[in-house]
C-alpha cells in the first residue's frame, strides 16, 4: 500500500470514527419517545416547573462578575425572539433570575410546565446559536437513607442483596418519586386483620379508623375476645394471653397485630425505632384474632368489611384498604366460606396477602394461603435460603424475609404496658413485607388491578440463594421478594423515567502473562451522582475499589480467560451489573475492542482509568493499521518494490 493510500485510509476512519461517536452523543441526549396517553399522563402528575440553565457562547464580552449580570439579563431578554418565533412566547417568555457562572445563567418562563414541556422548550432554546445548551433547571433531593435509630443495626430485612443476601431491596424503591411524592405507601390504606393493635408511639400516627370482628363464642362467653363484648369499633389489642391448657396452648399476650402492623406501616424517617415498608400508608387495623386464635366466620366477614363490601350489622368502612395482610391460618384446603369472601375481596380491587405457615412443610401450606386469588408469602432466611420452618408447597407465590424481624410490640405479658420493639421469626412477618411492596405499587399507580401487583411482585422476584432447596423445587415461588424491581418495572411501565444507575459495558480487558492490569468503571444515577460499586468473582490477587471503581492486577495470573462481575451496591440490579472478561493471553488481537457507549456514563478499559475520548479511538486505529502496514512489509531489502 502507497504512503498516499495509507495516509487517506486513516483519515476516512478518523473521519467515520469521529462521526459514529458524535452519533452515538447525539442519540444519548435525544429524549425517548413516549406514547402520547402516556405522556399526558406525565405533564399531568408531575410538579410544575418554570426554570432553564441556558449557557451561551462565549463573545469575549462580560469579565466581571457586574458585567456578567448585565449580559445574562440582556442576552436572556433577547432569547424571547427565537422563542416567539418557535410558536411558544404566549406562554413561555423568559426573563432572567440569576446567574451560576460568567457565561451561564437561569431563566424563568412566564407560566409554569410540565418536565415535558419545559424540557422541549431548552430544546428550542438550544437551537439559538448563541446558545451553547439549555437544560432545565432541575431541583435535587437527599439521598433516602432512613434516620430511624434501628434501621441500621435492626433491619437488614430491607436492605440491598448486597448488604444483606435476602434483604427485601427497599433503599431503592424509596429513593424513587411518584407525581412528585417519594415511592412510600402515601395515600394507600393497608388493611391489617389480626389481634388489633396498640397505640405504639412509632406506628399511631399511621393508624385510621378500624374494628373489632370477633364475636362472642357462645351467650354471654367472651373467651376468644378477651374485652368483654362483641363486635364493635374498637380495634385496640386487649392481649390473647392464656391460663387454660384444656383451651389451648398456655402462653403470654403475643402482640402479633402490633408486630405485623410495624413491619408494613412503622412511620419513617421520624429520628426513632424502625421503619415501615410502606411507612406513610394508612394502617387499617382489624382485629378477628383473639384468645387462642379465631374463626373462619369472623375473619371472612372482616376481610370482606376491609374491602369496603357490606357486612349486615357491621357499620360500612370508611375506609376500604386495596391490600389486605393475612398472617395467619389453618391446615386444610380452602374453605369455600373463605373462597367467597376473597374473590369478593380481590373483585373489590383488593389485593390479598397471606402468610404460607410455619409447620415445615415442604408440601402443603395452609388456608387461606391456599385459597385462589391470593399471595401467598412464605419465609426465607438472611442468606436467601427458604427457612427451614416455612411451609411451601402447590400455591405458594413468592418468599420475602421472616428471620428474626425487628418490629414495634408491647412489654406487658399479659394485659397492655410500655412501647418496645423486638426481632420475632415466622411466616407471619414474611407477608407484611409483600403487602408493603404491594402498597408501593398501589401509590404509583392508583387503581392498578390486583393481577397486575401479583404480576410485578412475581416477575421482579430474585432467584433463591444458589444450591438451596427452593433454588431447584418449584412449589416454593417465583423466588425472593425485591422492592426495587418492582417498584422499577412498575415506574417503567408508567412511563416515569428510570433512576437506577447506568453501567458502561466494559472491552475485554488484555494483559501479558505476569503483566500488570488496570483500569475503572463508573456509574452515575439519574441525578448525576457517582455510585459505589461491589465486585464479586474476583481473579486471585486482584483487587476492586467499590468506591473509585478501580481494578487492579499488580502481577496477572497465568494465560487463561478470568470473569467477574461489577455492580453498584445500591441494589439497582436492572441493567446495571456488567460482566468483565479479562484475557492474559500473548497474542493481543489487531481487531480493535471498541466499548458500547451508553447514555451516560463513561467507563475506560485499560491504561488507568481515564475517559475514552474519540481522538483516543482515533489513534488506537491508526496504531492498528500501522501495525498491519508493517506486517504487509515483507523485508528490508524488497522495501523499494511498489505494490
Not at 244 to 260: I, M, Y
Not at 383 to 395: E, F, K, L, M, R
Request: with cysteine; net charge neutral.
Amino acid at each position: 500500500m502507497s504512503d498516499t493510500r495509507f495516509m487517506a485510509a486513516v483519515a476516512c476512519v478518523s473521519v467515520l470514527a469521529s462521526a459514529s461517536l458524535h452519533a452515538l452523543a447525539q442519540n444519548t441526549t435525544e429524549p425517548r419517545v413516549q406514547p402520547r396517553a402516556v405522556m399526558q399522563q406525565l405533564w399531568e402528575s408531575q410538579p410544575r416547573m418554570n426554570r432553564l440553565i441556558v449557557k451561551f457562547r462565549d463573545d469575549g464580552s462580560s469579565k466581571t462578575t457586574a458585567q456578567s449580570a448585565a449580559s445574562g439579563q440582556e442576552r436572556v431578554q433577547a432569547l424571547n425572539r427565537s422563542v416567539a418565533m418557535a410558536g411558544r412566547a404566549t406562554t413561555s417568555m423568559l426573563t432572567y433570575l440569576k446567574s451560576v457562572s460568567q457565561h451561564t445563567h437561569v431563566a424563568q418562563t412566564s407560566a409554569t410546565m410540565s418536565h415535558a414541556e419545559l424540557r422541549a422548550l431548552a430544546q428550542t432554546v438550544a437551537l439559538d446559536p448563541r446558545v451553547e445548551y439549555a437544560e432545565v433547571d432541575e431541583r435535587v433531593f437527599a439521598h433516602f437513607v432512613p434516620n430511624d435509630t434501628s434501621y441500621t443495626s435492626q433491619q437488614g430485612n430491607l436492605k440491598s442483596p448486597f448488604v444483606e443476601a435476602g434483604g427485601a431491596n427497599l433503599p431503592n424503591a424509596w429513593g424513587r418519586m411518584a407525581a412528585g411524592v417519594p415511592v412510600s405507601g402515601a395515600g394507600v390504606t393497608v388493611a391489617v386483620l389480626d389481634t388489633g393493635y396498640r397505640p405504639h408511639a412509632d406506628l399511631a400516627a399511621n393508624i385510621v379508623g378500624g374494628y373489632d370482628f370477633i364475636s362472642q363464642d357462645g351467650f354471654n362467653d367472651f373467651t376468644t375476645a378477651n374485652d368483654g363484648n362483641a363486635r364493635d369499633a374498637d380495634a385496640l389489642d386487649p392481649g390473647d394471653w392464656n391460663t387454660q391448657a384444656s383451651l389451648c396452648d398456655v402462653e403470654n399476650s403475643s402482640w402479633h397485630g402490633t408486630k405485623v402492623a410495624g413491619i408494613i406501616g412503622a412511620v419513617g424517617n421520624n429520628g426513632t425505632g424502625i421503619i415501615g415498608v410502606a411507612y406513610r400508608a394508612r394502617i387499617l387495623p382489624v382485629r378477628v384474632l383473639g384468645v387462642c386464635g379465631g374463626y373462619t366466620s369472623d375473619t371472612a366477614a372482616a376481610l370482606q368489611w376491609a374491602a369496603g363490601i357490606s357486612v349486615p350489622g357491621v357499620p360500612a368502612n370508611p375506609n376500604p384498604a386495596k391490600v389486605i395482610n393475612m398472617s395467619f391460618g389453618r391446615s386444610g384446603t380452602c374453605s369455600l366460606t373463605y373462597q367467597n369472601a376473597i374473590t369478593a375481596a380481590r373483585t373489590a380491587g383488593s389485593v390479598i396477602v397471606v402468610s404460607t405457615g410455619n409447620e415445615y412443610s415442604k408440601t402443603t401450606i395452609t388456608q387461606p394461603a391456599n385459597c385462589a386469588g391470593v399471595i401467598a408469602v412464605a419465609a426465607h432466611t438472611s442468606t436467601g435460603a427458604a427457612s427451614d420452618y416455612t411451609n411451601v408447597g402447590p400455591g405458594t407465590t413468592i418468599s420475602a424475609p421472616g428471620n428474626s424481624i425487628y418490629t414495634t410490640k408491647n412489654t406487658g405479658t399479659t394485659v397492655p404496658d410500655a412501647d418496645s420493639y423486638g426481632a420475632h421469626t415466622g411466616t407471619s412477618f414474611s407477608a407484611p413485607h409483600v403487602a408493603g411492596v404491594a402498597a408501593l405499587l398501589m401509590q404509583i399507580k392508583p387503581g392498578i388491578s390486583p393481577a397486575e401487583v401479583q404480576a410485578h411482585l412475581v416477575n421482579s422476584a430474585r432467584p433463591y440463594a444458589s444450591g438451596t432447596y427452593c433454588a431447584s423445587h418449584s412449589d416454593c415461588g417465583a423466588g425472593m421478594l425485591d422492592a426495587f424491581k418492582a417498584v422499577h418495572t412498575l415506574l417503567q411501565s408508567q412511563g416515569i423515567a428510570n433512576a437506577a444507575p447506568l453501567m458502561n459495558a466494559l472491552p475485554t480487558q488484555y494483559v501479558l502473562p505476569g503483566g500488570t492490569l488496570q483500569f475503572t468503571a463508573s456509574a452515575r444515577d439519574a441525578e448525576g451522582d457517582a455510585v459505589a460499586f461491589i465486585g464479586s468473582g474476583l481473579p486471585a490477587g486482584a483487587t476492586f475499589n467499590a468506591v473509585t471503581g478501580v481494578f487492579t492486577w499488580s502481577k496477572a495470573q497465568p494465560a487463561g480467560d478470568y470473569t467477574f462481575v461489577i455492580q453498584p451496591t445500591d441494589g439497582a440490579t436492572l441493567g446495571a451489573s456488567i460482566s468483565v472478561k479479562i484475557s492474559v493471553t500473548t497474542a493481543i488481537p489487531v481487531e480493535p475492542v471498541v466499548p458500547v457507549t451508553p447514555a451516560a456514563p463513561v467507563a475506560s478499559g485499560g491504561g488507568g482509568g481515564g475517559s475514552l475520548h474519540w481522538i483516543d479511538v482515533v489513534a488506537g486505529l491508526f496504531l492498528l493499521l500501522a501495525t498491519a502496514r508493517l506486517r504487509q512489509t515483507p523485508a528490508p531489502k524488497r522495501v523499494d518494490q511498489q505494490d
